[in-house]
């Protein structure tokens, strides 16, 4: 288990604890412990999206239908960059930068062509 998931583990049982804990408390811990799972929340929120940019999954094609106008990182077998997912039409699913448009192959995705949420980042060299 990485630090990241034992951090993650930690946070969750310590809102799972308050939440257990809570109908027994004063007003004034029961301010406390909402400030604090507030706080984990907060932190499982970040540590989830740090994972996620770390080891970062491709969309599937039901995600990216369901993105319209939202970013991507589309990586091809020309070059990747962020885009914008438009559109499908036909067999293909089209993403939109400033200047151009893509009209990806929708039998070839995962194949000759990838899109996330988030940038990929390079492997941490060691």
């Known amino acids: 288990m990485t630090d990241e998931?034992?951090?993650?583990?930690?946070c969750e049982d310590l809102i799972v604890q308050s939440k257990e804990i809570m109908p027994q408390c004063s007003d004034a811990l029961k301010a406390e412990l909402a400030e604090q799972m507030e706080f984990a929340e907060t932190a499982l929120s970040t540590l989830r999206d740090r994972i996620a940019r770390q080891n970062p999954r491709p969309?599937?094609?039901?995600?990216?239908r369901k993105?319209?106008?939202?970013?991507?990182?589309?990586?091809d077998g020309i070059g990747e960059g962020w885009f914008l997912a438009s559109a499908v039409v036909g067999s293909k699913i089209y993403f939109c930068?400033?200047?151009?448009?893509?009209g990806e192959p929708i039998s070839?995705?995962?194949?000759?062509?990838?899109?996330?949420?988030?940038k990929p980042e390079p492997p941490e060299r060691s």
């Open 59 to 64: 969309l599937t094609l039901d995600e990216l």
């Open 67 to 75: 993105m319209d106008g939202e970013p991507v990182w589309l990586k």
């Open 108 to 118: 070839e995705c995962g194949k000759t062509w990838l899109a996330y949420r988030t």
């Open 5 to 10: 998931e034992k951090a993650i583990a930690w």
């Open 97 to 102: 930068e400033k200047s151009i448009t893509i």
